[in-house]
């Protein structure tokens, strides 16, 4: 174990080799008030105030939220409600975009099983990023991330994932022709030379340090952080020229930036990569992040409509123990996954949002009909979803980059 913090009440430790960013508070409920986040594990309930404080990011704040609604016509969802909260350098590519220099989006996907409505939120923020600013996104499958790091998935597993999990990010609806999706091992020529670049400019001590790399881990993890960091200076590379990019993602994808790509951007001369962080949503269960190590608290886009009524009609509440009590003490939203649902994809309009809560909150709402009306919502959106994803499958060739020096170029224009 090596304590990485001088702060007394954030630690962030290295345990059995992972990057733990972890927060303990000094009250006697030390446990209620500790979580773990790292880019391939989040558990606790997490405090993301003080998340922003031990990453060193800084909050969306009102004159942030003000430029979009300037620049774009409105103030998306996920902005409004907080979802998206923390950030690096976004102010600078709103200056950038306002001076006439438009940027590119990075994000990606670890395919290591089937997809859930967790991933789908960055991938619905980024869709409107694309839209409203007129972007190219560089997709990034790191099928090899997922074989490198786990002892029960084959290379073989993880590219078949991958081109599963593709399905499910055509069917957001982002824009082929402005959309380049590709795999690590499917475009590793032309990711490569930048990577080494990276590599080269990154310690051992500083990867260490970063990851919790130790004498146990393989070769091939160490190297990847280079790969993953290289897709931020691609768009700079294919174009001739260095092109801002933003990176829309979850904040425990945040170390690959902070501690890799924007330590090395200035030495190869390209500009740091800015990036955007989403909050996780919740899983059906009682506290945590939607996960896929947890199914029967997760909603998948290929679960079948009768798993997903299951699912959401079997869901933690923050109710009452019976329903005179309900009514007379209220129930809890703020604790409950049924509500966070509303809140994160199934209930648009802010004022029926507060009606809920407010009906919750008073008693007046029971949780079998708050239920109820989430799991009609649930099951119209992944049936709708799952018609996309099936017509994805001829349209994949539009979007997968084949691997050529110097250019992207689509399966589709090989036809």
């Known amino acids: 174990m090596a304590l990485l913090s001088q702060n007394p009440l954030v630690f962030l430790l290295v345990i059995n080799g992972d990057f733990v960013a972890k927060v303990q508070d000094s009250s006697p409920e030390t446990k209620e008030n500790s979580f773990v986040v790292t880019p391939w594990l989040v558990e ?4 993301y105030g003080k998340l922003i404080e031990q990453f060193g990011t800084s909050p969306i704040n009102q004159e942030i939220i003000e430029r979009f609604s300037k620049l774009t016509g409105e103030i998306h969802i996920y902005l409004r409600r907080g979802i998206f909260y ?26 290591s099983g089937r997809v859930h409505l967790g991933h789908l939120i960055p991938w619905i923020f980024t869709k409107y990023l694309q839209e409203k600013f007129d972007a190219e996104l560089y997709f990034e499958m790191t099928d090899d991330e997922k074989y490198l790091n786990s002892q029960k998935l084959s290379l073989e597993q993880t590219e078949k994932m991958a081109f599963d999990n593709m399905l499910d990010l055509i069917a957001v609806g982002f824009d082929p022709k402005k959309t380049f999706i590709f795999t690590d091992t499917g475009y590793i020529k032309s990711l490569y030379g930048i990577a080494a670049k990276i590599a080269k400019h990154t310690t051992f001590s500083t990867a260490k340090a970063v990851f919790g790399f130790d004498n146990s881990t393989n070769i091939g993890m160490l190297f990847f952080p280079a790969l993953q960091a290289s897709v931020c200076f691609l768009p700079s590379v294919l174009k001739g020229h260095n092109v801002p990019c933003l990176i829309p993602a979850a904040i425990d994808q945040d170390p690959y930036w902070r501690g890799i790509a924007r330590e090395v951007a200035p030495k190869l001369g390209f500009y740091k990569p800015a990036q955007i962080h989403s909050k996780f949503m919740p899983g059906l269960g009682q506290g945590g992040k939607m996960s896929s190590s947890e199914p029967e608290t997760a909603i998948f886009t290929t679960d079948s409509i009768k798993e997903v009524e299951k699912k959401v009609l079997g869901s933690f509440t923050g109710g009452r ?53 989430l799991a009609s919502r649930v099951k119209g959106f992944v049936s709708d979803f799952q018609t996309k994803r099936e017509k994805a499958k001829e349209i994949i060739d539009e979007f997968l980059v084949e691997d050529i020096a110097g250019g992207v170029r689509k399966r589709s224009d090989m036809h």
């Open 86 to 111: 923390s950030h690096r350098d976004l102010d600078w590519i709103l200056d950038k975009y306002e001076a006439g220099e438009k940027f590119a989006l990075y994000t990606g996907r670890g395919p």
């Open 321 to 373: 123990a019976t329903v005179e009590e309900q009514r007379k003490l209220g129930g809890q939203p703020d604790i409950c996954p049924v509500y966070h649902y509303y809140n994160f994809m199934f209930e648009e309009e802010d004022g029926e949002l507060k009606r809920i809560y407010d009906d919750c909150k008073s008693g007046k709402l029971l949780c079998g009909d708050c239920k109820m009306m």
């Open 44 to 47: 606790g309930k997490v405090d």
